[in-house]
C-alpha cells in the first residue's frame, strides 16, 4: 500500500504512469516522480494507493511505540510472525516525500543479543517479515522451525524498496529461499532493513538439523548377511566328508568271495553306495 498525502482529491486514473524496463514511474508533480521498482503499470491497481489529504499518525507514533509496532518478550527472543506492509508516504517540514514503511516492524528489544525466530507459515510464500536494527555478529535469525539446514540454501539479495526522483530511500536485504522442506517455489522468509549484503553471513543464522541415516538402518543388513554366512559355514562343516566316510567304510568290508551258485542263478556281492545330501 502506498499512501499519498496531500491528493485527497486525486484518484488513480489521474496517475501518470511510464514504463521504465522493469520498474513503473510516477510522475507526481512540482518535478517530483516515484519509482516502484520490478512493477509493471499492469500490475498495479486502485487497492495498491490511498489518496488523503493530510498524514495521520498512530498512536503512539512520534513516542516511538507505534499502534502496530511489536512488543517483545523481556527474554530477547522474538518471534517473527509476519504483519509487514508497503510503502507510506508523506511530506516532510519542507513539503518533500518522505516514504516509509507501514506494518509490523521488528527489532531488538534491549541491547542484549537478540534471537528473532522465523515461524513457519504453512503454504505462505511471502512471509512479511521486516527486521529493522539487525546487528551483524551480535543478533542470531533461527531458521529451525522452517527447516533450513545450511547458509547455501539461502538467497542473500540487495533489494530497493522504494526510490524517489532515483535515491533509494528504503532499501536492505532480502532473505529468500527454495528449501523450505515441503513447499515448492521460492519462499520470502525475511526484510533486512538497511542493511548491506555484506553484512548477512552464515554466522549470522541458527540452522535445523539436517536428516540422518542411522547407523542402525546400515548395520542390519551386514549382521543379517553375517549371521546366514556363519550358518552356512557351521552346516558345512558339520556335515561329514562323503568321500571319508565311503572309505572308512571300505576298510570294514570283508574279502570279496568268488560268485557262489544257488541254482542256475549267479549271485555277486552288490557294493552298496551312500549317498548323503545336505
Do not use: C, W
Amino acid at each position: 500500500m502506498i499512501d499519498l498525502i496531500g491528493f485527497g482529491g486525486s484518484g488513480f486514473a489521474d496517475l501518470q504512469m511510464q514504463q521504465d524496463g522493469n520498474s513503473t514511474v510516477l510522475d507526481l508533480g512540482s518535478g517530483q516522480k516515484l519509482t516502484i521498482a520490478d512493477t509493471t503499470i499492469a500490475e498495479l491497481r486502485s487497492a495498491n494507493f490511498r489518496f488523503l489529504d493530510a498524514f495521520t499518525a498512530a498512536p503512539g507514533y512520534f513516542e516511538g511505540s507505534p499502534e502496530e509496532q511489536t512488543t517483545p518478550p523481556v527474554s530477547a527472543n522474538v518471534l517473527l510472525t509476519g504483519g509487514a506492509g508497503g510503502v507510506s508516504l508523506a511530506s516532510d517540514a519542507s513539503g518533500q516525500l518522505v516514504a516509509s514503511l507501514a506494518g509490523t516492524i521488528y527489532s531488538p528489544p534491549t541491547v542484549a543479543p537478540s534471537v528473532f525466530l522465523v515461524t513457519k507459515q504453512e503454504g505462505v510464500s511471502d512471509y512479511k517479515n521486516t527486521l529493522r536494527g539487525f546487528r551483524h555478529g551480535i543478533d542470531k535469525i533461527d531458521l529451525t522451525q522452517v527447516g533450513i539446514s545450511r547458509f547455501e540454501d539461502l538467497h542473500v539479495s540487495k533489494v530497493q524498496r522504494f526510490k524517489l526522483n532515483d535515491f533509494a530511500q528504503i532499501h536492505g536485504v532480502a532473505v529468500d529461499t527454495q528449501a523450505v522442506p515441503g513447499q515448492e517455489g521460492i519462499v520470502k522468509m525475511l526484510y533486512l532493513d538497511a542493511l548491506e549484503v555484506a553484512q548477512v553471513t552464515a554466522e549470522d543464522f541458527i540452522f535445523a538439523q539436517p536428516a540422518m541415516v542411522t547407523s542402525e538402518a546400515v548395520a542390519v543388513p551386514e549382521i543379517s548377511a553375517l549371521s546366514a554366512g556363519s550358518s552356512l559355514f557351521a552346516v558345512e562343516h558339520s556335515l561329514p566328508s562323503l568321500g571319508n566316510l565311503v572309505d572308512a567304510m571300505a576298510a570294514f568290508a570283508p574279502e570279496p568271495a568268488g560268485p557262489a551258485l544257488i541254482g542256475d542263478m549267479s549271485v555277486q556281492r552288490i557294493d552298496s553306495t551312500i549317498a548323503v545330501a545336505a
